[in-house]
């Protein structure tokens, strides 16, 4: 399928540009992106098929097991290449993304207004600020003029409109996507509405994760962040399982391991323990993270999120010096912006699991409530609401 079309990627310009001639219905949004776990346009989806009936989401969408699934959440849903998905890819005015232009069709795309509601605040470089690693040449190649890149490069074509959280982020976005800073807009993240209020999401949550949070004495989530170069990193951790197994089970504490849906490892394996839970990597855990009491991570920017629960975040950056010099580097010094203990190694971590009281004080050691503040604006679980009326009013 790819080489059919790398033959027609010409006519495919072509295409692109006549659809520029339709008419584009504004109660029609199309959503693309992957339908997992960290997915805004899941929430913003949701809450537009809750909430207004006088707009239709219609989900576009390259993979044929997120189409199934999707359409069992009660949407209509097509394959982008589809007659529907074609149709509706064609007259829908608003089209969102979760991270690049390919999430949609975008060969269909010209005369809609694309919108880039992103996937997580910025802890690393992104995009076009990479400098380093893996990922610097996809974004700034060494021997091609910018101008070129953005005409070929589908990754490198900047929407109408990207979401922020925040003047900080705000400010980052507009940068590293190449979006004039007043289309990106302070919103917040739909995806963490959960957390202010009961949703069709939330109401599906596992009754066996729910049991186990209500059982357990303290509940922690581990979720990494994936490496841009790809190696199996938890090797550098030392992570031994058994152990920390052991530290949990005495203190009737669980733990849940949630890896990012791109990471490729085999060091950690999901071996049975008691008080440890393996999440798969495209589990929805955002239902869940209000009722955690401790989050446990590196550079993820998962923390982000989870300061708007105002619960207690335990950060592991174990190989910070060789992720900033051989994966990404960071917008801001590490210590400035992690608020809470730091452990640079496993034995200091089941150190902190042993012997720290995990209670709402320690939050207020670590400037939590501050760096909350200064990257997110909105605490109040309408940020879908704020979205919605941005577009549906200006048409």
Do not use: M
């Given at each position: 399928m790819k080489s059919i079309f790398k033959i027609f990627r010409p006519f495919l310009y072509l295409l692109y540009w006549l659809t520029f001639f339709i008419r584009r219905n504004p109660h029609i949004w199309i959503?693309?992106?992957?339908?997992?776990?960290?997915?805004?346009?899941?929430?913003?989806?949701?809450?537009?098929?809750?909430?207004?009936?006088?707009?239709?989401?219609?989900?576009?969408?390259?993979?044929?097991?997120?189409?199934?699934?999707?359409?069992?959440?009660?949407?209509?849903?097509?394959?982008?290449?589809?007659?529907?998905?074609?149709?509706?890819?064609?007259?829908?005015?608003?089209?969102?993304?979760?991270?690049?232009?390919f999430d949609i069709n975008y060969w269909l795309s010209c005369g809609s207004t694309i919108i880039n509601l992103w996937h997580g605040l910025p802890l690393k470089k992104l995009n076009f600020d990479i400098e380093k690693g893996p990922s610097a040449s996809l974004f700034n190649p060494r021997f091609l003029p910018a101008w070129i890149t953005r005409i070929f490069i589908l990754r490198h074509k900047s929407p109408h409109y990207f979401i922020a959280t925040s003047k900080v982020t705000q400010e980052i976005f507009s940068k590293a996507f190449r979006v004039p800073k007043e289309k990106c807009l302070i919103t917040g993240y739909p995806r963490n509405d959960v957390f202010f209020e009961k949703n069709t999401i939330r109401q599906s949550s596992s009754l066996e994760i729910n049991s186990i949070i209500n059982n357990a004495e303290k509940t922690f989530v581990y979720m990494p962040t994936w490496r841009d170069t790809e190696n199996d990193f938890l090797v550098d951790s030392e992570i031994d399982i058994n152990a920390m197994n052991i530290a949990l089970s005495s203190k009737n504490y669980h733990m849940f391991i949630k890896l990012h849906p791109l990471t490729k490892l085999n060091s950690l394996k999901s071996s049975s323990q008691s008080n440890i839970h393996f999440l798969p990597g495209q589990f929805d855990v955002y239902p869940y993270l209000i009722n955690i009491d401790v989050l446990i991570t590196d550079y993820s920017s998962i923390y982000f999120d989870f300061l708007l629960t105002e619960n207690i975040i335990l950060f592991f950056p174990f190989d910070l010096d060789k992720y900033q010099s051989q994966d990404r580097d960071l917008y801001f010094e590490y210590n400035e912006v992690t608020p809470g203990p730091v452990a640079n190694n496993f034995s200091e971590l089941l150190e902190l699991i042993n012997n720290r009281q995990f209670d709402k004080p320690l939050t207020k050691a670590y400037n939590y409530i501050e760096i909350k503040d200064r990257f997110w604006n909105y605490k109040d679980g309408k940020s879908s609401e704020r979205i919605f009326h941005h577009f549906y009013e200006n048409p």
């Open positions: 959503f693309g992106g992957d339908y997992n776990s960290f997915s805004n346009g899941k929430y913003l989806a949701h809450y537009i098929l809750k909430n207004h009936p006088e707009v239709k989401p219609v989900w576009v969408v390259r993979s044929h097991i997120d189409l199934k699934k999707i359409q069992r959440d009660g949407f209509e849903a097509y394959y982008h290449w589809s007659w529907n998905g074609i149709k509706y890819s064609l007259i829908g005015k608003y089209q969102f993304l979760n991270s690049y232009v």
